[in-house]
């Protein structure tokens, strides 16, 4: 389905003032014809207000970033993107398939009914809304509700995002998909989890995210620019036919899941002692070698290679022990 633009002047106005003075012209005639008895003057007087009131039906507003899909007996005979008071065929139908849902800027899609003290799908109260006929071209924020996707490694992430989107093309998005908003939905979720499953939560060797055949640090929390970017190309990919322009996806929360958040804890944990332990250790050789080195410069005692051994042992407990070393005072010799 092509986009067709209807460039035509806003002549509501005129349009307005017309219908308006045919109804008083109608009104006028059908008075004096009943008065007369006159069953020509009643007849023409009735069919003049008649036209006059269906005529009112053609008499569109729109508003800036907005735009009207008209159809006539089934035919899609275009759209109106400028602004402005506009009198098209009062049969003439706008269409707008997802009049009765929004996008919050938090929360699933959520479908309003007409009725109330309904509940939606999702255990939520349901209020009464009163849709618009126009669609909007403004830009938009979908924020779905956080998913729990397996990473490469099988571990159980949630995950959040937040798509900013528009509609570009107003045919596609009425007439190619049965409701635009609800497709961009289920299309976010799908292209999510194909995107995360690519990638580990946290760098893990010998794991290959781009697809070379070769082993990459990329992951989740340490490359989110990356994995939102591609996320974003993959709904873009989606939504191509329903007529929509993904503009930016960003994550809004990353975290796994509470079923092994206490676990991975204590392996995060565990692996950063052992980075500070591997610091101390390096750090506690070099001083126990600058240590040996100054006593041999300064020839202030003569060590065998028990006493170094037993220098350095006592050295690196000093040094790499979690309390303070207790001293021994030896008072006899040193032999």
Known sequence: ???????????????LILIELALVLGFFIFIMGAGSENVFGIIIGLLLILISVLAHAGLKVVKPQE?????????????????GFYFVNPFSIAVNPAIHTRLGQSGDVSTKSPFSGMKSSNGNDVNIEIGKK???????????????????????VEIGIAVTWRVVDTAKAVFNVDNYKEYLSLQCDSALRNIVRIYPYDVSPNVDTTGDGQADEGSLRGSSEIVA???????????????????EARITYLAYAPEIAAVMLQRQQASAIIDARKMIVDGAVGMVEMALERLNEGELVELDEERKAAMVSNLLVVLCGNHDAQPIVNTGSLY
């Open 134 to 156: 126009q669609i909007s071209l403004k830009v938009m924020t979908l924020s779905n509700s956080r998913q729990k996707i397996n990473d490469c490694l099988g571990n159980p």
């Open 1 to 15: 389905m092509t986009e067709k633009l209807i460039n035509s002047k806003p002549n509501g106005v005129v349009a």
């Open 229 to 247: 970017k591609r996320i974003r190309e993959e709904i873009q990919s989606r939504v191509e036919d329903a007529g929509l322009e993904i503009l």
């Open 67 to 83: 735009a009207l899909v008209l159809t006539l007996f089934g035919n899609y005979t275009g759209t109106i993107k400028e602004p």
